[in-house]
């Protein structure tokens, strides 16, 4: 079977404007999905779901999360640490204060708690931008890291300084605390994931995503056609937060179990999910999750490769790692700025046209 | 012809024009110490093709400025459908049905030539946040009936071959088109044009030509445009109003205009010598 759109005419301003127009890339979507919930939940087990596919699922959320303000509206963040720190501690205030509730409703307003946060933070870019706006967010970074250290209220007043999420249940099966299944914690990532995806994706592909892009493009010409530069960026950053917090609370929650804010949600979180991004694709739902995929491969990768393959020692498999990265960011900005997802694109412009290019 | 009855006019060619849609007052704008705009006034009529022209410099884009709002003149008052503009931002300027193109183009680069006219209709759209996360129902039928308009200014502007191109790709012409595509997606009410045909070819420009009165004929649009070309100014326009370093020096239809001394001075004297 050829890849192909011949043959297969759009009859219709709604079949034109659907997610993936062409059948093979609609076939292996429900692959994806097929694959995603009704297999790898029945093989998954400890190794997998904590080194690759836990991990990777988070991740994906806060790079599209980050994707959406910053791929799409423009806004250059580097607090997504931070802001997944919100996610995070609000998840746990949320789980102690109120025992009974539902996990997934705890996650729901952790998102919510740090979308509110993100619109705080964001109301400073609609006077300041490009570097002076990075710099804004970084200082938010530094200062809610401070925050969460510092008043013991948010960490309940333990000792450790540490969060520690206890054991809640859904349906019968546990999905935090130590005695969670992998599969469970696969599971219950993956479904947020995928709602998370597919809102995602409806807000990039109608009016709000073209306000984003607009101011994103040229915030001049945006005013011009009736654009709020205002409440354009605020959305941005709210929905963009709501992703980044829903992150931060399975990351803690699900993910990690107990959490130091610092060392979970330090500046390095930030810069990690930047180059998701950068690496994925800025402006591309698809670009998040390559770009999460590939950070989240690269080093479990590596570290089979060279010290379980070659037996070398792990700080100099840490550090070539960190040399890759390195570079594949400088390549990516120079070369292609819209990342893994460009690339895809071209390699299947290549393979519509295929055997005859011309 | 009969420019001056507060009721209308009938031009030349049989079309209707109606009384004043938008009066500028008295506006004085200044940079600094830089006097763009000094102490001017004048009207546009509704279904009228009015031009603005100038040498370089003579502060024709800082008047579409004031209009859309982009400066606030220091004096001067803007009256749009009878009623004194309070001071508003360029949005809301959008959002009362006055739609413009400019001097340098401003289209999204990132983005295809149909999501770029789509976004000309954003003032149009009502569906939220929530309704665009959900897609299904509110959001989806939103965007079809908007798309299918879309595809009729399209029809119009003959641009169909270059629907899904990323606007960065196309040439300087094709942009212009798309640039005013975009304005039309608004269906305004008023429509600025700030130098059409400017760096256009002669093909280019008889189309341009063509689409700015079909648009007006068609669907009633009232046009203000700045033009250099005076050969297209007195084919298109009903009136003209003429500047120079900030002032008015003419205003009235374009053979009152050309054959107005202080004009030939000022402004044909120096591009046709
Ligand atoms: N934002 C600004 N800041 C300072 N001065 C400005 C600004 N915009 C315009 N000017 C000045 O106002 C005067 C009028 O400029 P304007 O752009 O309106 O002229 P124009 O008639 O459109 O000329 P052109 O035919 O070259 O487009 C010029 O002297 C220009 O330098
Ligand atoms: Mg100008």
């Given at each position: 079977m050829f890849y192909r759109e011949a043959g297969d005419f759009k009859t219709s301003y709604v079949d034109d404007s659907?997610?993936?127009?062409?059948r093979f890339d609609r076939m292996r979507y429900y692959a994806v999905l097929v694959l995603g919930f009704g297999i790898l939940p029945f093989v998954m087990n400890d190794y997998w779901a904590n080194a690759v596919f836990v991990p990777f699922l988070i991740y994906a959320i806060a790079a599209i999360g980050l994707n959406i303000l910053t791929g799409y509206c423009g806004q250059v963040s580097l607090g997504t640490g931070g802001f997944m720190a919100v996610g995070a501690y609000a998840c746990y205030k949320l789980m102690t204060a109120f025992p009974w509730m539902p996990m997934p409703v705890n996650v729901l307003l952790a998102g919510l708690v740090t979308a509110g946060v993100g619109v705080l933070f964001g109301l400073p870019s609609l006077r300041i931008k490009g570097f002076y706006l990075a710099v804004a967010t970084l200082a938010a970074q530094f200062f809610l890291v401070w925050l969460f250290n510092k008043v013991p209220w948010f960490y309940n007043y333990s000792a450790s300084g540490q969060i520690t999420a206890p054991e809640r249940t859904l349906l019968g099966v546990a999905v935090t605390g130590a005695s969670t299944p992998a599969w469970a914690k696969y599971l219950f990532c993956a479904v947020f994931l995928f709602a998370l995806a597919w809102l995602a994706r409806n807000l990039t592909r109608g009016t709000v995503g073209r306000k984003w892009m607009a101011i994103r493009d040229m915030d001049i010409a945006a005013e011009i056609i009736g654009v709020n530069p205002l409440t354009t960026k605020l959305s941005a950053f709210a929905v963009s937060s709501f992703y980044i917090g829903i992150a931060g609370a399975l990351f803690f929650a699900v993910y990690l179990g107990a959490a130091e804010v610092g060392e979970a949600f330090g500046i390095q979180k930030s810069f990690l999910i930047l180059f998701m991004v950068i690496i994925g694709g800025l402006g591309s739902i698809f670009g998040s999750f390559a770009g999460a995929a590939f950070l989240v491969l690269l080093p479990v990768l590596l570290k089979n490769l060279l010290v379980g393959g070659l037996g070398w020692p792990t700080d100099l498999a840490a550090h070539i790692e960190l040399m890759i990265v390195g570079a594949l960011i400088i390549v990516f900005l120079i070369l292609e700025p819209h990342g893994l997802a460009q690339l895809w694109r071209v390699a299947k412009e290549k393979l519509r046209l295929w055997p005859f290019p011309h | 012809m009969n420019a001056m009855n507060p009721e209308g006019y009938v031009t030349a060619d049989g079309r209707k024009i109606g009384g004043v849609l938008m009066e500028m007052k008295n506006i004085t704008l200044r940079f600094g110490g830089v006097?763009?705009?000094?102490d001017i006034s004048f009207d546009i009529r509704e279904g009228e093709i009015r031009a603005i022209i100038g040498p370089n410099g003579a502060g024709k884009s800082s008047m579409l400025n004031v209009i859309s709002g982009f400066y606030v003149p220091q004096e001067g008052e803007v009256w749009f459908h009878g009623k004194k503009r309070a001071p508003m931002k360029p949005y809301q300027v959008a959002q009362q049905g006055i739609a413009r193109t400019f001097q340098n183009i401003a289209l999204f680069e990132g983005m295809s030539v149909l999501d770029n006219i789509m976004t000309g209709r954003l003032t149009l759209m009502k569906s939220g946040l929530m309704d665009q996360a959900m897609w299904w129902g509110r959001a989806q039928r939103e965007e079809t009936e908007h798309r299918e308009k879309v595809e009729k200014i399209i029809d119009f502007l003959e641009i169909q071959h270059i629907r899904k191109t990323p606007v960065g790709r196309l040439p300087y012409g094709l942009k212009k088109r798309v640039e005013l595509a975009r304005a039309l997606a608004a269906e305004p009410k008023l429509l600025l044009l700030d130098e059409p045909m400017a760096g256009m070819n002669v093909e280019e420009k008889e189309d341009m030509c063509r689409f700015i009165l079909d648009v007006n004929d068609e669907f009633g649009t009232t046009i203000t445009l700045i033009e250099h070309d005076m050969g297209v100014v007195m084919d298109l326009s009903d009136r003209v109003v003429v500047m120079d370093y900030g002032k008015k020096i003419g205003d009235g239809p374009p053979d009152e205009v050309r054959s107005n001394p202080d004009v030939i001075n000022a402004y044909l004297g120096v591009s046709h010598d």
């Amino acid at each position: 079977m050829f890849y192909r759109e011949a043959g297969d005419f759009k009859t219709s301003y709604v079949d034109d404007s659907q997610t993936f127009p062409i059948r093979f890339d609609r076939m292996r979507y429900y692959a994806v999905l097929v694959l995603g919930f009704g297999i790898l939940p029945f093989v998954m087990n400890d190794y997998w779901a904590n080194a690759v596919f836990v991990p990777f699922l988070i991740y994906a959320i806060a790079a599209i999360g980050l994707n959406i303000l910053t791929g799409y509206c423009g806004q250059v963040s580097l607090g997504t640490g931070g802001f997944m720190a919100v996610g995070a501690y609000a998840c746990y205030k949320l789980m102690t204060a109120f025992p009974w509730m539902p996990m997934p409703v705890n996650v729901l307003l952790a998102g919510l708690v740090t979308a509110g946060v993100g619109v705080l933070f964001g109301l400073p870019s609609l006077r300041i931008k490009g570097f002076y706006l990075a710099v804004a967010t970084l200082a938010a970074q530094f200062f809610l890291v401070w925050l969460f250290n510092k008043v013991p209220w948010f960490y309940n007043y333990s000792a450790s300084g540490q969060i520690t999420a206890p054991e809640r249940t859904l349906l019968g099966v546990a999905v935090t605390g130590a005695s969670t299944p992998a599969w469970a914690k696969y599971l219950f990532c993956a479904v947020f994931l995928f709602a998370l995806a597919w809102l995602a994706r409806n807000l990039t592909r109608g009016t709000v995503g073209r306000k984003w892009m607009a101011i994103r493009d040229m915030d001049i010409a945006a005013e011009i056609i009736g654009v709020n530069p205002l409440t354009t960026k605020l959305s941005a950053f709210a929905v963009s937060s709501f992703y980044i917090g829903i992150a931060g609370a399975l990351f803690f929650a699900v993910y990690l179990g107990a959490a130091e804010v610092g060392e979970a949600f330090g500046i390095q979180k930030s810069f990690l999910i930047l180059f998701m991004v950068i690496i994925g694709g800025l402006g591309s739902i698809f670009g998040s999750f390559a770009g999460a995929a590939f950070l989240v491969l690269l080093p479990v990768l590596l570290k089979n490769l060279l010290v379980g393959g070659l037996g070398w020692p792990t700080d100099l498999a840490a550090h070539i790692e960190l040399m890759i990265v390195g570079a594949l960011i400088i390549v990516f900005l120079i070369l292609e700025p819209h990342g893994l997802a460009q690339l895809w694109r071209v390699a299947k412009e290549k393979l519509r046209l295929w055997p005859f290019p011309h | 012809m009969n420019a001056m009855n507060p009721e209308g006019y009938v031009t030349a060619d049989g079309r209707k024009i109606g009384g004043v849609l938008m009066e500028m007052k008295n506006i004085t704008l200044r940079f600094g110490g830089v006097k763009a705009i000094t102490d001017i006034s004048f009207d546009i009529r509704e279904g009228e093709i009015r031009a603005i022209i100038g040498p370089n410099g003579a502060g024709k884009s800082s008047m579409l400025n004031v209009i859309s709002g982009f400066y606030v003149p220091q004096e001067g008052e803007v009256w749009f459908h009878g009623k004194k503009r309070a001071p508003m931002k360029p949005y809301q300027v959008a959002q009362q049905g006055i739609a413009r193109t400019f001097q340098n183009i401003a289209l999204f680069e990132g983005m295809s030539v149909l999501d770029n006219i789509m976004t000309g209709r954003l003032t149009l759209m009502k569906s939220g946040l929530m309704d665009q996360a959900m897609w299904w129902g509110r959001a989806q039928r939103e965007e079809t009936e908007h798309r299918e308009k879309v595809e009729k200014i399209i029809d119009f502007l003959e641009i169909q071959h270059i629907r899904k191109t990323p606007v960065g790709r196309l040439p300087y012409g094709l942009k212009k088109r798309v640039e005013l595509a975009r304005a039309l997606a608004a269906e305004p009410k008023l429509l600025l044009l700030d130098e059409p045909m400017a760096g256009m070819n002669v093909e280019e420009k008889e189309d341009m030509c063509r689409f700015i009165l079909d648009v007006n004929d068609e669907f009633g649009t009232t046009i203000t445009l700045i033009e250099h070309d005076m050969g297209v100014v007195m084919d298109l326009s009903d009136r003209v109003v003429v500047m120079d370093y900030g002032k008015k020096i003419g205003d009235g239809p374009p053979d009152e205009v050309r054959s107005n001394p202080d004009v030939i001075n000022a402004y044909l004297g120096v591009s046709h010598d």
